[in-house]
Each structure stands twice: as C-alpha cells, then as structure tokens.
C-alpha cells in the first residue's frame, strides 16, 4: 500500500475533492496545501519557510496521508516523501466552469461588476485559464509535467473528465495492483 500520497493538477480539477474521498475509503489522513499556502484563504500567502516548516511538521504526525494541491516552486523538497504522485488534468473548459460555479458558491453576488470581490475573482479566474497554455512562468500544465521529471516515485496519471466515482475507482484499482 502507498503511504504517502500526493494529488495535483490545475485549479478546479478536483485534487481536494478526490484526496478528500479516498481519504474516506483508505487508512489516509487527507491535508490540502492551501491551508498551508494560505495565511487568509486567498487573499494572505503565508512565506514560503512557514508553509514549508507547517507541512513538515504536520506530514510528521500521520503515517498514511494524502497530500491534495500543486507544491511545485515552494515544496519541492517534499518530493522524496511521495509513494505516489497522481497527476490530474480536465478539458479547460470543463475546468474553468467549475472554478466559475464555485466563485459564485463562495462569493456569491460579490464577484458581479461593482461587487468587493469582482477584480480578485476576475483576476483569479484569468490566472486560472493561462493554465493549459502557460510557460514555465506560471502555475502551468507545462510546469508541471516539468516538475514530474525527477521524481523517484510512480506517477499515476488521470486525464479527462471523470467523475469523483471514476477518479477513485482509477486510484484504487491501481493501488489494489501495485
């Protein structure tokens, strides 16, 4: 069994919500880089010592965990850790419908011309589109598939877009073989 699991992918493809759902069906505690990331959840980043020194001592605590969000350019030495990396990719499209209905959920009304968070969720939403085009500049697919190079650990690879049931069916029918 893996015991250090670690799921990435763009924003909006569903990291969170698979790491949380396997941690329901595996022995694994399930933590997200944001709440290391973020200081204020989206607003305040934490330097980047702190998020390090913060998700050191919290990966120390578990035995089995799942590790859900990008450390790419901030976490890096946390790549020899991994037993398991799962790379997750969706039609841009797709993607960003998502992270738009989930603005809305969040902020509702706010994100509306004129509203407090309209430039911080227009601002957001373009970074996230850059995403399957982008350079190494950016929080990128390119980036990413980059990143995964000189890993020492599997990579399981879920491209398309599935369902939460699909996706953890995929993960456990691997990790049943392997």
Same mark, same amino acid.
């Given at each position: ?32 880089? *944001? ?5 204020? =959840? !989206?607003?305040?980043?934490? $330097?980047?010592? @702190?998020?390090?020194? &913060? ?54 009304? *706010? ?5 407090? =968070? !309209?430039?911080?969720?227009? $601002?957001?939403? @373009?970074?996230?589109? &850059? ?48």
């Amino acid at each position: 069994m893996k015991k250090k699991i670690h799921i990435f992918g763009a924003a909006g493809s569903g990291t969170s919500t698979l790491g949380a759902a396997l941690s329901k069906e595996l022995p694994h505690s399930h933590l997200d880089t *944001d709440d290391f990331f973020w200081i204020n =959840k !989206y607003t305040e980043q934490r $330097a980047v010592h @702190e998020r390090s020194r &913060l998700l050191k001592q919290d990966l120390s605590i578990y035995q089995n965990w799942i590790l859900s969000g990008a450390v790419c350019g901030w976490g890096d030495n946390f790549k020899a850790c991994f037993d398991l990396v799962i790379f997750l990719w969706i039609p841009q499209n797709v993607r960003l419908e998502r992270l738009q209905q989930r603005e809305v959920q969040r902020y509702g009304n *706010d994100i509306l011309p004129g509203g407090r =968070k !309209y430039n911080q969720s227009k $601002a957001f939403l @373009e970074w996230a589109s &850059l995403y399957d085009e982008a350079g190494m500049e950016v929080r990128s697919k390119k980036l990413h598939e980059h990143w995964m190079t000189d890993l020492v650990c599997p990579i399981l690879k879920i491209e398309g877009d599935y369902s939460v049931q699909e996706r953890m069916d995929i993960v456990l029918n691997y990790l049943s073989s392997n």
